[in-house]
């Protein structure tokens, strides 16, 4: 009998761990560059430079990672009806450091001339002096995470932390 609580027990330990496992909204999400995919698109995530995600709370304490091949995609999702999902968390990449940011604090340079993936022309940058720096270099704006999402997708309301 023992055996087999032992065996039960290990059993759903093996399960829980081999699980998708709970989403920590706090932890920017890992992206296989060529081959997830943006969640907005559908288009093959190529280039870290632009790459984006959210975290949605679809339920108490049950949130989904969405990532996307630009931050202007990020942001016009946002600005999309998406049902009763509520973003809790915003990431982007660096341009430079191609490190993962909070999307809150991080600057925002709009320019024309940026390629990006889908056009939307917009880098993040962790500081403002590498933003102005981008700016110049590309002819755009440098704008912060309220202006940038009220700029790219009519979010307006949008508050320092994402909120409305």
């Avoid at 023992?2 to 706090?26: E, K, M, W, Y």
């Avoid at 990006?116 to 403002?128: D, I, L, N, R």
């Avoid at 755009?140 to 995470?145: A, D, I, Q």
Wanted: hydrophobic letters at 45%.
């Amino acid at each position: 009998m023992q055996h087999r609580t032992i065996l039960f027990t290990l059993l759903i330990l093996l399960l829980s761990a081999c699980g998708g496992g709970t989403v920590d909204p706090n932890v920017p999400p890992e992206i296989v560059y060529g081959e997830d995919v943006c969640d907005r698109c559908g288009m093959i995530i190529g280039d870290d430079r632009f790459a984006a995600a959210l975290v949605m709370e679809k339920a108490a304490n049950d949130y989904e990672q969405l990532l996307f091949d630009d931050a202007g995609e990020m942001f016009a999702f946002a600005g999309e009806d998406n049902g009763q999902s509520k973003i809790v968390s915003w990431f982007v990449h660096d341009y430079n450091s191609r490190e993962w940011l909070d999307a809150q604090v991080a600057w925002f340079v709009v320019a024309d001339d940026l390629q990006t993936p889908m056009g939307f022309g917009v880098a993040a940058c962790a500081h403002e002096v590498e933003a102005l720096a981008l700016a110049q270099e590309w002819g755009g704006e440098v704008l912060t995470f309220a202006q940038a999402a009220e700029q790219i997708d009519g979010l307006e309301g949008m508050d320092s932390h994402g909120h409305k």
